[in-house]
């Protein structure tokens, strides 16, 4: 759990580029609006606890996104280029520890459920969706919160 807050503050930092907004990325940007919960994550190889997943929440509308993790509270905006493969996000947190970095991420939207994954700031886009020790890589899967 020590490592929660750089986890959750890269996933929202995580969450804005230079990507293109076609047709294309606005379809993908409205599939992503809305409430989400955490069901998995992982941080540098390791399991984020079943505590701190179940408080997780994720909250996107359009280009702008917000985590809340207990008192930990992050704010930002991310770009989709859904052309990309696998899918690219870029992010950029404008309330949190990590305010003002940019995060590169890829992602899979299945349904209800969506997989990001994130290096850590200044770091090269992942290429796959897969955590190891040492690369400071996040991955977290979330579900669609239910109404």
């Known amino acids: 759990m020590r490592r929660l807050p750089a986890t959750m503050i890269l996933l929202a930092?995580?969450?804005?580029?230079?990507?293109p907004q076609g047709d294309a990325a606005k379809e993908d940007l409205k599939k992503l609006e809305g409430s989400w919960s955490m069901i998995k994550g992982?941080?540098?190889g390791k399991p984020i606890?079943?505590?701190?997943?179940?408080t997780a929440r994720l909250v996107i509308v359009g280009d702008k996104h917000t985590v809340d993790v207990g008192t930990l509270h992050i704010e930002g905006t991310h770009k989709v280029d859904p052309a990309a493969k696998p899918k690219a996000i870029d992010a950029m947190d404008t309330e949190g520890p990590y305010k003002g970095k940019k995060g590169l991420g890829i992602y899979k939207l299945e349904g209800d459920t969506v997989t990001f994954c994130f290096a850590a700031p200044d770091k090269a886009r992942p290429t796959e969706f897969t955590t190891k020790s040492g690369t400071g890589m996040i991955m977290h899967t979330w579900t669609r919160a239910k109404k």
């Open 42 to 44: 992982e941080d540098d």
């Open 49 to 54: 606890s079943d505590k701190s997943v179940i």
């Open 13 to 19: 930092g995580l969450l804005v580029a230079a990507a």
